[in-house]
């Protein structure tokens, strides 16, 4: 079963022209300074350096990956010595498999953040701040060698799909994919909120379940929703893996004319557009800030979110499932197009979709 270990404690942070320092995460360089209103915060490459001891794993069947669920605004990873892996891209969440340069003491895992101007990461011109550093958490993951993948977009190796009609809302198919890294045998099944199982076990990396009058996610009236569980098995019947995800049953349509719709019914959206930031904290904010944001928002009387301008935090996404908020998500292709920019549109595209399909 997978282990995670948080990497969140006492790292040495560089910046040029500065002492280093010791902190830890969440960290931006631009607490401060991207916030005084000047506009002229400042913005280049900055160095984090970790030192660590190896986790406990079985070497002959396990393996270990490092997770950064955001960097802004580009990052180079580097573990003794050997370069991990380069993502562009400040809001997503990316990963490296680590295990073939992992010491079983002192490991030295260095991250190099770049918030400087080009003309290929997306965002350059906007009206917000672009903090630079290390802001979300960061963790080391053991986990068998044959698992659900961890190796594509940032996603989390399952996608569930429920397909309803407005015209039939008495029956929904849930299609729930899975993607495997190695080998072994796929079981998925489909719980309720009470844990009741609705979709009995399934063999299969690709398989569908057919939920008669299922209970619809209904916002913030009734919030309500089930969970797609996946267990990777053995020859011999022993679990590899397991994975669960939540998501909710509902049809939603927007129209011109009349507005939003959630199952059938018009569905007034009353909402406010949410930034990342605290005063003197920039981006690098806490899981109670996160929550405290939602208290606000729910006070106010919204139903409604615009997650601007870029990927937030999966845990935020959580949020807004669990308390029936309806969601606007964005990457951060804003204010001026960069004709060397595409391929970082597409991919921070791909990374939001396929890390937020469940939503």
Known sequence: MRE??????????RKPGCQPEIIDLPHTWNAIDGQDGGNDYWRGCCEYEKHFDGPKYNKESQCVYIQFEGVNSSADVFLNG????HHDGGYSTFRAEITDY???????????????????????KADFTFYGGIYRDVSLIVLEKNHFSLDYLGGPGIEVVAQISEDNLDECLVNVKVFITG???PVIKILD???????????????????????????????YLYKAQAELLDANGETLDFIEINFGIRTFKADAQKGFYLNGKPYPLYGVSRH???????????????EEDMNLIKEMGC?????????HDQYFYDLCDKEGMIV???????????PNGRENTISQMKELITQNLNH
């Not at 990342?276 to 920039?282: A, V």
């Open 4 to 13: 995670y270990t948080l990497l969140m404690q006492e790292w040495m942070f």
């Open 82 to 85: 050997k370069e991990l892996i």
């Open 102 to 124: 992992l010491y079983e003491k002192d490991n030295v895992l260095i991250v190099k953040v770049d918030n400087g101007v080009n003309d290929r990461v997306y965002p350059q």
């Open 183 to 185: 080998t072994g045998v």
């Open 193 to 223: 909120a009470e844990d009741k199982v609705v979709g009995k076990p399934c063999e299969g990396a690709n398989v569908s379940f057919k939920i008669l009058n299922p209970h619809l996610w209904n916002g913030r009236k009734d919030p």
């Open 276 to 290: 990342q930031d605290r005063k003197g904290i920039g981006n690098a904010i806490t899981k109670e800030m996160h």
């Open 303 to 311: 139903n409604s979110i615009r997650l601007a301008h870029y990927q």
């Open 328 to 338: 606007w998500a964005e990457i951060p292709y804003i204010s001026e197009h960069m």
